[in-house]
């Protein structure tokens, strides 16, 4: 399994667990649920670990595929600068929400405003991800990348989005 492999399967898991912990932490903020928060920053903090994994292969996977034919040099660089601050923000929640739920082991109760941060920090995570990610797509993916650029072709079945 190569890098670029592992990037692509582990690309989703802080995406998609970064909004499913968002909207648990809502819920249970909204709530005043204590057991959502802590099920919430447990995910955001295990999200966190995947998140430098996600992040470590995303080098060495750019070296595989930047020279193949389709793959939109831009697009690399984009996600490349976009993913930092998602990896960033994602790891960073991470080890917030294990912090806090290390402070609630040992003090009992979390004061709000840590959780109310975690969550604001989970939302600004959660945009940059989509972001990040729908800019991973477009690298090699050229019906993603279709805009005022793209022209249509009749060479053959699915080449009607073809950049000039």
Do not use: C
């Amino acid at each position: 399994m190569t890098a670029a492999h592992l990037h692509l399967a582990l690309n989703h898991i802080p995406v998609l667990g970064t909004l499913f912990a968002t909207a648990l932490l809502a819920y249970g903020l909204w709530h005043d649920h204590t057991g959502f928060q802590k099920g919430a920053l447990g995910l955001l903090a295990a999200v966190g670990t995947v998140a430098v994994a996600v992040y470590l292969t995303g080098e060495p996977a750019e070296a595989l595929v930047e020279g193949l034919a389709g793959v939109s040099h831009e697009a690399l660089e984009a996600h490349e600068a976009w993913g930092w601050y998602a990896a960033l923000t994602s790891i960073g929640t991470g080890v917030l929400s294990l912090g806090a739920l290390l402070y609630r082991w040992a003090a009992s109760s979390l004061p709000r405003w840590i959780v109310r941060g975690v969550f604001l920090l989970a939302l600004a995570g959660s945009a940059l991800l989509v972001y990040a990610a729908t800019l991973g797509g477009k690298v090699h993916h050229p019906e993603l990348r279709a805009g005022p650029t793209a022209v249509e072709t009749t060479d053959g079945p699915g080449a009607d989005m073809v950049e000039e």
